[in-house]
Each structure stands twice: as C-alpha cells, then as structure tokens.
C-alpha cells in the first residue's frame, strides 16, 4: 500500500524562509568574487559564495523540507549520506561560481557553469533521499525526477546570472525571493517523484543510529540562520572597512 506524505507546515515555511536568506548571502558574497584582486581571494570569495548558496540555501533547505515531510512511520537518516550531499551541494555551487567568473562572462560559459551545478543539487537531493533509513519500498516517478533535474538547472543559471548582475540591495532581496520559490520548486518536485509502500519486513539496519528527532528541522534552521547572518554581519563590516579605507 502507498503511502501518503503530509507536511509539517511550519517546517515547510522555514524550509523557505532560509533559502532565500541562503541566496541572499550566496549573492551578496558573489559581488566580492569580481572584485577579488588575488587568485587567492577569488577562491576565497567562490568558497563563501558556494557555502552560502549550497549549504545554506539549498541543502539545509532540503534536509529540514525533508523533516517536515511525516512517512507514517519511524524515519531516521543515514549520518555519512547525509554528510556527503551537504558536501555534494558545496561542490556543486562552488565550481559553478568558479567556472562563471574565470575570464569574460558570456552566456556558453553561463550555461556550463549552470549545467554543472544544476547536476551537482540534482545529486545532492536525491543522495539526501537515498540516506532515509525505513521499513518501507521506495521508487522515483522517473518523468518527475528529469522535471526536477531540468528545474535544478535553470534554478541554477538564473543563480549564477544573477550573482554576476545584480549589485542593489533591493534587486537582491527580489532575486532571493524568486530564487527560494526555485529551490523549493525543485525539492518538491523530486520529493513529488519519491514513492513509498509499506514494508512487512524488518526495519533496515542502522535506523537506530540515524539522523532524527522532533526538533531537528527546527535545530537545523536556527543553526543555519545564526551561521548565515554571522557571515553577513561579516561581510558588511568588511565593506565599511574598505569604504573608509578609500576615503
């Protein structure tokens, strides 16, 4: 029998809410990447940039939407694959920085770039719903999944047009906006494309020593939110420093 998949609405909401506050620094740390005198700052400026946007915005994004996602029985999540998609999420969006802000922008290397990372957040959702730990059958709607992969990477050029684009304040906080609609979009989609039908047999070995807990997604978004504004509170006194530094 298939299990039907409620939400936690709540969880849901700040599933949202910090992957627009991760796009929203993922791009105020992109604007450094130009302006990087230094190979060393450039990489330094890509790092932060791509930890903002992929850890920050979308696999903490994900990791609590999956939270809020209630499978009618015990869930717990693998430690080392879920680790490795956060991972997997930082790569992704760091060398899609990289690959876009080395020499001349232009639209071919735009779309490389985004190909790319638009593949790395298709691995790291679907390595995230490979970690679920349950006594259950699961199976992917495959049409669903390439919609979700093909929504990743648009998500994921826009991203990247954007960083590169936009230097306002108020066109940042715009472009946040739509840009968590996008990472949303995506994982819900792939969660849309995930099927699950209950299991007689034993539950899968390691459950218990899963990733879980009521108040997990909860943890994860004030831990997330901490880290994410401490990093803009960081970037903003660094451009006062400069500022006056100019005068």
Known sequence: MSVQQHYNLLLVLLSYVISVLGSFTALQLAVLIPLARTSQQ?????LAAGAAMGVGAIWAMHF?????????MPVSYDP???????????????LGLFIASSGDFNWAKLAAAGIC???????MHYLGMAAVLMAAYTSYDMNLVATSMIIAIVASIVALWLAFNLRGRVQMIGSALVMGLAVC??????MAAFNVEESNGPAPTGIAGGVGGANLGATIFVVTLVLLV?????HYK???RRAAISI
């Open 117 to 123: 990372m638009g593949l790395g957040v298709t691995g």
């Open 64 to 72: 609590i939407a999956m939270l809020a996602c209630d499978m009618g």
């Open 185 to 190: 979009g995506m994982h819900y989609t792939g």
């Open 42 to 46: 450039r990489i330094g400026a890509v």
């Open 238 to 240: 660094r451009q006062q």
């Open 80 to 94: 080392l694959l879920t680790s490795l998609s956060a991972v997997i999420g930082f790569a992704a969006c760091s």
């Open 230 to 234: 401490g990093a803009l509170i960081i």
